[in-house]
């Protein structure tokens, strides 16, 4: 059974910096993708990054230049450095992962388990 833990939210002032964690288990996830999503008060889920087995990326446009994603396949492990935080980025934070091996994006429709989330709280 899969199982992804996050970790890493907390409070931070606007400009500050966090970096999130998941620790995956229940396979070995080298060959599939990962992602991270968020969740506001009173909004959707919505995508923020996203690493493919090859180890390309990809990002929303509001996280691009501020956001860093990336994975440790020794550790079964993705990360999410964000940096120049701003109070519209307060959110749950979501660690997600494919269902399928070797796909070329993550997305709403390609996800196969996602994580409990993380509290991320800027404050301006």
């Known amino acids: 059974q899969v199982q992804l833990v996050e970790s890493g939210g907390g409070l931070v002032q606007a400009g500050g910096s966090l970096r999130l964690s998941c620790a995956a288990s229940g396979r070995t996830f080298t060959r599939y993708g990962m992602g991270w999503f968020r969740q506001a008060p009173g909004k959707e889920r919505e995508f923020v990054a996203g690493?493919?087995?090859?180890?390309?990326?990809y990002y929303a446009d509001s996280t691009k230049g501020r956001f860093t994603i990336s994975r440790d396949n020794a550790k079964n492990t993705v990360y999410l450095q964000m940096n120049s935080l701003k109070p519209e980025d307060t959110a749950v934070y979501y660690c997600a992962v494919s269902k399928d091996p070797f796909i070329s994006r993550i997305d709403f429709t390609s996800i196969g388990s996602w994580g409990q989330g993380t509290q991320v709280t800027v404050s301006s």
């Open positions: 690493i493919v087995w090859s180890g390309g990326t």
